[in-house]
């Protein structure tokens, strides 16, 4: 599986916030990545927020799809 390699700080804020926005909890993430089939547990999701891991394809694509959301509302205001 091939790894998207992030900045991960400014990343991270934008993928809390765009789960914030749905009102999700790290915790429902966890659960809803499960039903999708790929099992990430919430201590790791929640080091992707925190810009200390980067994400897996894979797993944006499903996040894309959990937050009903677009691929460039993942990384509007990158720019460092």
């Known amino acids: 599986m091939q790894k998207l390699l992030i900045n991960g ?6 993928l ?3 789960r ?3 009102e999700l909890s ?3 993430i966890e659960i809803k990545l499960d039903l999708h089939g790929r ?4 201590s790791q999701y ?5 810009g ?3 994400i897996f394809i894979k797993d944006l694509i499903l996040l894309k799809d959990i937050f009903n959301a677009e691929y460039h509302e993942f990384f509007e ?3 460092e």
């Open 16 to 18: 809390k916030q765009l």
């Open 9 to 14: 700080v400014n990343f991270g804020r934008r």
């Open 52 to 54: 200390k891991g980067n």
């Open 46 to 50: 929640a080091n992707i927020e925190q």
């Open 39 to 42: 099992s990430m547990s919430r």
């Open 20 to 22: 914030e926005r749905r």
């Open 26 to 28: 790290q915790y429902d």
């Open 77 to 79: 205001d990158l720019v």
